[in-house]
């Protein structure tokens, strides 16, 4: 199996981090190396915020976010036109699972959290309604869930005539 292959098969979701920081110049570099994700028309449509003490308690997050290191909200830039709103958050999608395979390639792991469309999250971040906002944990696992088993693709493809 190819490298990368391997980091897309055994990249999971982490629920609980371990109490061992994450170096912030290799958060950033990880992030840069992300952004060289696909995104139409180069708009690269995310923005990220580093969430410090005081808003992480804000945000309220019931598992506070596994008890990750870092929290972290990518933004998904507000569009001008309707269209637009689907294909930055396909980008910053992209952006993010291209982040996540990085940070694991390193032995971090990632916590995509549903909060972000909370009016009270986007008020914490001190951003307007119209951004769409996805909110991660980001640390070295405590521990690596096991695989959750997947629908074999051959029962998703169809080849239409």
């Given at each position: 199996?190819?490298?990368?292959?391997?980091?897309?098969?055994?990249?999971?979701?982490?629920?609980?981090?371990?109490?061992?920081?994450v170096d912030e110049s290799e958060l950033l570099c990880w992030l840069d190396a992300a952004a060289h994700a696909p995104n139409h028309r180069m708009t690269q449509p995310w923005e990220v915020i580093f969430v410090g003490p005081e808003t992480?308690?804000?945000?309220?997050?019931?598992?506070?976010?596994?008890?990750?290191?870092?929290?972290?909200?990518?933004?998904?830039?507000?569009?001008?036109?309707?269209?637009?709103?689907?294909?930055?958050?396909?980008?910053?999608?992209?952006?993010?699972?291209?982040?996540?395979?990085?940070?694991?390639?390193?032995?971090?792991?990632?916590r995509w959290t549903s909060i972000g469309w909370k009016a009270s999250v986007h008020e914490a971040l001190g951003v307007s309604d119209d951004w769409d906002v996805i909110v991660l944990g980001v640390g070295y696992p405590a521990e690596v869930p096991a695989p959750k088993p997947r629908t074999p693709m051959a029962e998703k493809v169809r080849t239409l005539p």
């Open positions: 199996m190819a490298e990368i292959e391997q980091l897309v098969v055994e990249r999971r979701h982490i629920k609980q981090f371990a109490d061992r920081p992480r308690a804000r945000l309220n997050h019931p598992a506070n976010f596994g008890e990750a290191p870092v929290v972290m909200a990518v933004l998904s830039k507000a569009p001008e036109l309707a269209m637009e709103r689907d294909e930055n958050l396909i980008a910053t999608a992209c952006f993010i699972q291209n982040f996540s395979l990085i940070a694991w390639s390193h032995g971090v792991g990632v």
